[in-house]
């Protein structure tokens, strides 16, 4: 899993080829402490000088600006999950825009969008209408799992789609079976890319702001000052409070599978979050 408990930055000032005033940011990260992300934000941002001293008309700062390509993604770390090793099987973090999301080692999680043919399917999915067949993309899971009975499956319904868990497997992001399952599935493509970069699975525990009507998170993590921190604090109670009112999830089938005794945990705080009963998904 890539995820960092350190962050630091580093930044300076200099002038474009037109002479207008840039700021120029590098973060540093590091598992293990604080001084090693501050050496290589400073080893990151001398670096994108050299660039901008070699290459001062062809730089641009946004080739450079995020360390979301390598997989390391710059949230907060709210709890983690470790065996008995000690190593890091588990997290949840806080993503850019606030809400709260589990990033799992080897729990596998698929992100499934809804796909209706034509405009008779789109409607008979979204209002359910009485008669009508299953949803088409709920059908084509339940037909996988009727295929595969290797895979214990746990399918919960989302605001755009499902999201489905092999609870009786360890699996890793990379592995081929994973990336076999994964086309299978019909899994969102985003999804499949920023599992691989990031080498773990990842699922929302908490509304998306916007469909709460909340606006998303004022600033990012790490907050840099007092002022942000209190801003950010304030959008928290805010946001907690509203996103009480609406669920993430329901879960529509594999609650009689037992899953293994690692996942347990994950599962119990997963659904924890997610299922409120009655109220609408967001």
Same mark, same amino acid.
């Given at each position: 899993? #890539?995820?960092?408990?350190?962050?630091?930055?580093?930044?300076?000032?200099?002038?474009?080829?037109?002479?207008?005033?840039?700021?120029?940011?590098?973060?540093?990260?590091?598992?293990?402490?604080?001084?090693?992300?501050?050496?290589?934000?400073?080893?990151? %941002?001398? #670096?994108?000088?050299?660039?901008?001293?070699?290459?001062?008309?062809?730089?641009?700062?946004?080739?450079? @600006?995020?360390?979301?390509?390598? =997989?390391?993604? $710059?949230?907060?770390?709210?709890?983690?999950?470790?065996?008995?090793?000690?190593?890091?099987?588990?997290?949840?973090?806080?993503?850019?825009?606030?809400?709260?999301?589990?990033?799992?080692?080897?729990?596998?999680?698929?992100?499934?969008?809804?796909?209706?043919? =034509?405009?008779? =399917?789109?409607?008979?999915?979204?209002?359910?209408?009485?008669?009508?067949?299953?949803?088409?993309?709920?059908?084509?899971?339940? @037909?996988?799992?009727?295929?595969?009975?290797?895979?214990?499956?746990?399918?919960?319904?989302?605001?755009? =789609?499902?999201?489905?868990?092999?609870?009786?497997?360890?699996?890793?992001?990379?592995?081929?079976?994973?990336?076999?399952?994964?086309?299978?599935?019909?899994?969102?493509?985003?999804?499949?890319?920023?599992?691989?970069?990031?080498?773990?699975?990842?699922?929302?525990?908490?509304? #998306?702001?916007? $469909?709460?009507?909340?606006?998303?998170?004022?600033?990012?993590?790490?907050?840099?000052?007092?002022?942000?921190?209190?801003?950010?604090?304030?959008?928290?109670?805010?946001?907690?409070?509203?996103?009480?009112?609406?669920?993430?999830?329901?879960?529509?089938?594999?609650?009689?599978?037992?899953? %293994?005794?690692?996942? #347990?945990?994950?599962?119990?705080?997963?659904?924890?979050?997610?299922?409120?009963?009655?109220?609408? %998904?967001?």
């Amino acid at each position: 899993m #890539k995820i960092a408990r350190y962050w630091a930055s580093k930044s300076t000032q200099l002038q474009d080829t037109k002479g207008h005033p840039v700021h120029l940011k590098r973060w540093g990260y590091s598992d293990d402490s604080m001084a090693d992300a501050h050496t290589m934000a400073a080893s990151k %941002l001398e #670096k994108t000088l050299d660039l901008v001293r070699l290459y001062p008309r062809q730089w641009q700062d946004r080739h450079y @600006a995020s360390d979301y390509a390598h =997989g390391m993604r $710059r949230e907060e770390i709210i709890e983690e999950f470790c065996d008995a090793q000690g190593q890091r099987k588990a997290a949840v973090t806080r993503n850019r825009y606030g809400a709260l999301v589990l990033n799992t080692a080897d729990l596998l999680i698929a992100d499934i969008d809804r796909r209706s043919v =034509g405009v008779f =399917g789109f409607f008979a999915d979204l209002f359910r209408v009485k008669g009508t067949p299953r949803p088409r993309t709920l059908a084509a899971i339940e @037909a996988y799992q009727q295929d595969h009975p290797e895979y214990q499956l746990r399918i919960y319904e989302s605001f755009a =789609g499902y999201r489905v868990m092999v609870v009786n497997q360890t699996l890793a992001p990379d592995a081929p079976q994973t990336q076999r399952l994964f086309a299978e599935l019909d899994c969102d493509p985003l999804y499949i890319r920023l599992c691989q970069a990031q080498q773990s699975f990842r699922a929302r525990l908490t509304p #998306k702001p916007w $469909r709460c009507r909340c606006r998303t998170a004022p600033n990012t993590y790490p907050r840099e000052t007092v002022a942000a921190q209190q801003t950010f604090n304030q959008w928290l109670n805010a946001y907690e409070t509203v996103s009480r009112r609406h669920a993430v999830c329901r879960l529509i089938h594999g609650a009689q599978y037992e899953p %293994l005794p690692a996942f #347990k945990p994950l599962l119990a705080l997963h659904d924890r979050y997610v299922l409120r009963e009655g109220l609408p %998904l967001a």
